[in-house]
């Protein structure tokens, strides 16, 4: 099996003393597995979109997500299924829309309230799975 990890050049590095933290997109080669990590509502050059602001980091995350699908040759269609920890989750289910915009007929998820993010200013965070034939 052949694995190959991708780190797009439309989304930040995290980069801490020298090495770069995670992959944003591994791709499983076979039957084409596509594992998208936790996405923040981080611009290209890693800045904080909307700080605190639910709806606004939601498409942002949805954006990252998008563009890590791309850099492995899928698209948002080939979600199978999300982890989504927000830190309030009523706040963030008055969203919903946004996040279809996205994912359409939802792909299978997980949606869990946790107390904190990697930065106070962040309020929710999107992982993914795709499958491409």
């Known amino acids: 099996m052949l694995r190959q990890k991708i780190q797009p050049e439309a989304l930040a590095k995290r980069v801490?003393?020298?090495?770069?933290?995670?992959s944003h997109v591994v791709v499983v080669e076979g039957r084409r597995l596509i594992f998208i990590s936790g996405q923040l509502a981080r611009d290209q050059q890693g800045n904080v979109v909307g700080p605190g602001d639910m709806r606004t980091q939601i498409r942002q995350v949805g954006e990252n997500?998008?563009?890590a699908l791309e850099a492995a040759g899928a698209c948002l269609d080939d979600v199978v299924k999300t982890t989504t920890y927000v830190t309030d989750i009523e706040e963030f289910f008055k969203h919903v829309d946004v996040r279809m915009e996205y994912f359409g007929a939802l792909p299978t998820s997980t949606t869990v309230e946790v107390r904190r993010l990697a930065h106070p200013d962040f309020v929710v965070e999107i992982e993914a799975m795709a499958v491409v034939e």
């Open 16 to 22: 801490m003393h020298g090495h770069v933290l995670y």
């Open 65 to 67: 997500i998008k563009a």
